[in-house]
């Protein structure tokens, strides 16, 4: 064994031996795995957020259109009210510009339930009022969209409208 082999094996054994920057080499392989799991948390948290407030959005836009009310503010159609009703709710997940044709009346549950078309609006007195949510949601973090380009959160509400004199309550 020549003194060069000797002295090679010894250092190797002195660096076996040390740990010194071996935390931040953990941290390194596995701090990543960590930030991508908590991003995708958020993710996950942020659509089931978004969706429970598209739904209660639909709720409250439902119930104010079943009851035949008068919008508050003078000259609002009921229709612009149910617009204004859907952008509070979602807290600015929505805006009253990006909905359009949302709600369709049928004469009963069983026309709704028949499929096709209803008659766009809000209906009359008895009739069945169907409000329907499609919402693109983007994501939180920038880690989405390494998995998806968008989702779409839905929600769909129907109610009987209450027998209301047609322009006021």
Do not use: K
């Amino acid at each position: 064994m020549t003194v060069r082999t000797l002295l090679s094996r010894l250092a190797v054994s002195r660096l076996s031996l040390c740990q010194r920057g071996s935390s931040g080499i953990e941290f390194a392989l596995t701090g990543g795995v960590v930030a991508i799991a908590f991003c995708m948390a958020v993710e996950v948290c942020g659509y089931f957020y978004a969706q429970h407030t598209v739904q209660t959005a639909a709720n409250q836009a439902v119930r104010f259109a079943a009851t035949g009310a008068v919008p508050q503010a003078p000259g609002a159609s009921r229709d612009q009210q149910v617009l204004d009703i859907i952008a509070g709710a979602t807290r600015g997940l929505v805006t009253p510009q990006a909905v359009t044709d949302i709600a369709e009346s049928f004469p009963s549950f069983s026309a709704l339930e028949a499929g096709g078309g209803g008659t766009p609006g809000l209906g009359g007195p008895d009739q069945v009022v169907a409000i329907e949510l499609s919402v693109p949601w983007q994501g939180y973090t920038p880690v989405f969209g390494l998995f998806a380009e968008s989702l779409t959160v839905h929600a769909r509400v129907a109610a009987r409208n209450e027998t209301f004199e047609v322009g006021g309550v």
